[in-house]
């Protein structure tokens, strides 16, 4: 499998912390040099490691903020 | 591996559709009869099969949605 390249372009927020610092973050990523996109997903401390994970459209992103503010938690 | 049991509790919402019908999903499940969590991921069509994604807690949902909330999209 060829290497994955991602850049880190901007942390927006991270949600927990986990066993080993691993954390849950929201970020905005490049991969492979492409335009950056929305990602969630869990993170090692030093962000060398990651875990699975979801990647968000802005559309996507902005669909997931309409179901959030209409859920009741 | 054992088979893995889930149960969709709600379905919250659809983000996205993309190609052959698979859907980005936000769900309530139930994974091996425990307490439902938030679930973040692209189903098919029929929720047979599943990709990668994400599974939140509340608390970890609620941290989203605030940063969402201090988003610019």
Same mark, same amino acid.
């Given at each position: ?5 991602? #850049?880190?372009? #901007? ?5 927990? #912390? ?40 802005? #559309? ?14």
């Amino acid at each position: 499998m060829a290497e994955l390249k991602y #850049e880190i372009v #901007e942390n927006i927020a991270v949600l927990s #912390e986990g066993a080993k610092g691993w954390q849950k973050e929201l970020n905005l990523i490049s991969w492979n040099d492409r335009a950056p996109k929305y990602d969630l997903r869990d993170w090692s401390e030093d962000h060398t490691k990651m875990g699975k994970g979801v990647t968000l459209s802005s #559309e996507e992103v902005q669909e997931l903020k309409k179901a959030l503010q209409e859920l009741t938690l």
